[in-house]
């Protein structure tokens, strides 16, 4: 394994890139060399798939035709053959698939198990481990005390030995909310205002689950800002195809009762580096998070430039711009431009996408802070461009709002 830094090294190119002779330090890589489009996190080879841990070392290697040239640190662990590994919960005692996970091998099963996102984001599937030991890589984004405790997520859990499991203890069980006030901001948006039993500590931009019943959630993000708004807010998107998003449109009224769970997510401003340089971008709904964190870093006193870009294809999708403008006035600091995409571009506005406008308008994003929210193709383009752009990959702050398509829920947040 080569080192760079300190730090073992695997290069990631595209299959059949060369390199100019002199265009790397000399490094020795292991046999074979692995190869990815993206910047993906498993890769394949003859030896098996493998989890990768990237840390970007110093930006791109140059000298890489046609393709993506990192340096990574990378530690490398097997993801566990699991043909032989048993899982016992409740009446269940069975043998997971290779490679399947915890939570497929329950539901296969007809394990009465809630779940949303799939990909371990929303945490709605939480499990704790009464006996064994769940693999770390299902328990990464999970907060210290509940890794003590067991705690892991059976969405993305492939364990290597014979795990007992039950569902959370009572203390982490959901909690009441009472609907105490429904608004459409847009078309398709609508913002929900929610009045918990107990006090709750959350911070703008992160997500809660929202329940319609026992099983069936949703995760959506918080707009609101505890110092200056007296309960929760949501953002709620109308899917055509969404079970949660239509009831919340369509039958949810001012006084019912819901259960919520939560907060979770880390796109959220933290205080420290007030004259940092902050660009957000978002699309759709992607704006609660947004909102929540732009007016969470001006009440704190964050002095540094905050730049806001919220895109739609056309004005009836942009939201809250009266909000944003008023802000802008108020705040010297703070910029709001509405993209709209489509090709009818009203007065005011900037033409095209969201994150290509603003990486037009700022082409050198080294030292800013980045928080991109909404559509998943956005947010992956706007990430890679942004570090390409010089922006370090500690300072770029994602979430990603895959679409439920009805079925089956696909991500969280749920725009």
Same mark, same amino acid.
């Given at each position: 394994?080569?080192?760079?830094?300190?730090?073992?090294?695997?290069?990631?190119?595209?299959?059949?890139?060369?390199?100019?002779? +002199?265009?790397?330090?000399?490094?020795?890589?292991?046999?074979?060399?692995?190869?990815?489009?993206?910047?993906?996190?498993?890769?394949?080879?003859?030896?098996?798939?493998?989890?990768?841990?990237?840390?970007?070392?110093?930006?791109?290697?140059? $000298?890489?035709?046609?393709?993506?040239?990192?340096?990574?640190?990378?530690?490398?662990?097997?993801?566990?053959?699991?043909?032989?590994?048993?899982?016992?919960?409740?009446?269940?005692?069975?043998?997971?698939?290779?490679?399947?996970?915890?939570?497929?091998?329950?539901?296969?099963?007809?394990?009465?198990?809630?779940?949303?996102?799939?990909?371990?984001?929303?945490?709605?599937? !939480?499990?704790?481990?009464?006996?064994?030991?769940?693999?770390?890589?299902?328990?990464?984004? !999970?907060?210290?005390?509940?890794?003590?405790?067991?705690?892991?997520?059976?969405?993305?859990?492939?364990?290597?030995?014979?795990?007992?499991?039950?569902?959370?203890?009572?203390?982490?069980?959901?909690?009441?909310?009472?609907?105490?006030?429904?608004?459409?901001?847009?078309?398709?948006?609508?913002?929900?205002?929610?009045?918990?039993?107990?006090?709750?500590?959350?911070?703008?931009?992160?997500?809660?689950?929202?329940?319609?019943?026992?099983?069936?959630?949703?995760?959506?993000?918080?707009?609101?800002?505890?110092?200056?708004? $007296?309960?929760?807010?949501?953002?709620?998107?109308?899917?055509?195809?969404?079970?949660?998003?239509?009831?919340?449109?369509?039958?949810?009224?001012?006084?019912?009762?819901?259960?919520?769970?939560?907060?979770?997510?880390?796109?959220?401003?933290?205080?420290? +580096?007030?004259?940092?340089?902050?660009?957000?971008?978002?699309? $759709?709904?992607?704006?609660?998070?947004?909102?929540?964190?732009?007016?969470?870093?001006?009440?704190?006193?964050?002095?540094?430039?905050?730049?806001?870009?919220?895109?739609?294809?056309?004005?009836?999708?942009?939201?809250?711009?009266?909000?944003?403008?008023?802000?802008?006035?108020?705040?010297?600091?703070?910029?709001?431009?509405?993209?709209?995409? $489509?090709?009818?571009?009203?007065?005011?506005?900037?033409?095209?996408?969201?994150?290509?406008?603003?990486?037009?308008?700022?082409? +050198?994003?080294?030292?800013?802070?980045?928080? !991109?929210?909404?559509?998943?193709?956005?947010?992956?383009?706007?990430?890679?461009?942004?570090?390409?752009?010089?922006?370090?990959?500690?300072?770029?702050?994602?979430?990603?709002?895959?679409?439920?398509?009805?079925?089956?829920?696909?991500?969280?947040?749920?725009?």
């Amino acid at each position: 394994m080569g080192r760079l830094g300190g730090f073992p090294a695997i290069l990631l190119a595209q299959r059949g890139a060369q390199t100019r002779s +002199n265009a790397m330090p000399s490094l020795d890589f292991p046999s074979p060399v692995f190869f990815v489009r993206e910047l993906d996190v498993k890769l394949t080879s003859s030896s098996g798939s493998l989890d990768l841990y990237p840390l970007v070392i110093n930006g791109l290697v140059r $000298g890489i035709d046609r393709a993506y040239a990192l340096c990574l640190a990378v530690k490398p662990i097997r993801v566990g053959d699991t043909a032989m590994v048993s899982i016992r919960y409740a009446d269940h005692c069975f043998q997971l698939e290779e490679q399947q996970s915890v939570l497929d091998g329950l539901i296969d099963r007809g394990a009465d198990v809630p779940f949303s996102c799939r990909s371990g984001i929303c945490q709605t599937c !939480l499990m704790r481990a009464t006996r064994g030991k769940p693999p770390e890589s299902a328990q990464r984004g !999970l907060k210290d005390s509940l890794i003590q405790r067991n705690y892991f997520l059976p969405c993305v859990c492939h364990p290597t030995e014979d795990l007992e499991v039950a569902p959370p203890s009572d203390d982490l069980a959901g909690m009441p909310a009472t609907i105490k006030a429904l608004e459409l901001l847009a078309e398709d948006i609508m913002r929900v205002v929610l009045e918990c039993a107990a006090p709750i500590e959350y911070r703008p931009g992160q997500f809660i689950n929202l329940h319609r019943d026992g099983r069936l959630g949703r995760s959506y993000s918080i707009a609101s800002v505890p110092k200056l708004d $007296g309960h929760i807010h949501l953002h709620v998107r109308r899917l055509p195809e969404g079970r949660v998003s239509r009831w919340i449109h369509e039958e949810l009224r001012i006084g019912q009762t819901v259960e919520i769970k939560g907060p979770a997510g880390d796109c959220y401003y933290q205080p420290g +580096n007030p004259e940092q340089a902050m660009l957000l971008v978002g699309t $759709g709904s992607g704006l609660a998070p947004l909102y929540g964190i732009v007016r969470d870093a001006l009440d704190q006193g964050h002095a540094g430039p905050i730049r806001l870009f919220h895109g739609s294809r056309d004005r009836r999708g942009l939201y809250l711009m009266g909000e944003l403008r008023e802000l802008a006035g108020q705040y010297p600091n703070f910029e709001y431009v509405p993209c709209v995409s $489509g090709p009818e571009v009203p007065p005011g506005f900037a033409a095209g996408r969201a994150h290509e406008v603003a990486l037009r308008e700022v082409p +050198n994003l080294k030292n800013w802070r980045m928080f !991109l929210c909404g559509h998943p193709d956005m947010v992956k383009l706007a990430k890679k461009k942004a570090f390409l752009a010089g922006a370090s990959m500690k300072d770029i702050h994602a979430d990603a709002f895959l679409i439920d398509r009805g079925a089956a829920p696909v991500s969280a947040p749920t725009p």
